[in-house]
T-cell receptor, first 112, second 117 residues
């Protein structure tokens, strides 16, 4: 059974810092990995999707990497802003499954 | 842009009522999903569907049923609501067609906060 872990559960940084969020998974036979952002009381917003054949994806100040052999993905946020404050979740889909397994998320607070 | 809409943002029902949660997507996606999200338990898959009239159980299907009569609409039904079904319900859709880079990218609706009294 795929297990997805996100550490730390919470992170607080001053505005302007570059930061890295981590996502670990136990089964390396993945189909894809997706990073989401969730604001309190809202739905999930897709940030980046990495297919199994890819090593990284970039969108603006965000860069996500994937290392299947070590069972890890990282989400890099450059020059963080207070508006980046949210919970960030990763979801891993196995090749053999039609569904994704979600981590519990990292709650990021960027202080002005 | 993909748009996934859910029929209600907030819903309050009484124990024993039959509850319908509706989800509609406008991008002709084949796949649709229902999740619930609870503090400390994360997102858990209730049911998903790969096509019209198709459904598959997720991790926690007990107490729920679904209906997919049209491709764009996926309904979650609580046959007899109970207090332990108080939760945030999230619908999502995805497609395995189109650019390979976006295969099976999930898009979520805004969520329905259901309270069962």
């Amino acid at each position: 059974k795929q297990e997805v872990t996100q550490i730390p559960a919470a992170l607080s940084v001053p505005e302007g810092e570059n930061l890295v969020l981590n996502c670990s998974f136990t089964d390396s036979a993945i189909y894809n990995l997706q990073w989401f952002r969730q604001d309190p009381g809202k739905g999930l917003t897709s940030l980046l999707l990495i297919q199994s054949s890819q090593r990284e994806q970039t969108s603006g100040r965000l860069n996500a990497s994937l290392d299947k052999s070590s069972g890890r993905s990282t989400l890099y946020i450059a020059a963080s802003q207070p508006g980046d404050s949210a919970t960030y979740l990763c979801a891993v889909r196995l090749v053999s499954a039609g569904k994704s397994t979600f981590g519990d998320g990292t709650t990021l607070t960027v202080k002005p | 842009d993909v748009k996934v809409t859910q029929s209600s943002r907030y819903l309050v029902k009484r124990t024993g009522e039959k509850v319908f949660l509706e989800c509609v997507q406008d991008m002709d996606h084949e796949n649709m999903f229902w999740y619930r999200q609870d503090p400390g338990l994360g997102l858990r898959l209730i049911y998903f569907s790969y096509d019209v009239k198709m459904k598959e159980k997720g991790d926690i299907p007990e107490g729920y049923s679904v209906s997919r009569e049209k491709k764009e609409r996926f309904s979650l039904i609580l046959e007899s609501a109970s207090t332990n079904q108080t939760s945030m319900y999230l619908c999502a859709s995805s497609s395995h067609r189109g650019p390979r880079s976006s295969y099976n990218e999930q898009f979520f609706g805004p969520g329905t906060r259901l309270t069962v009294l």
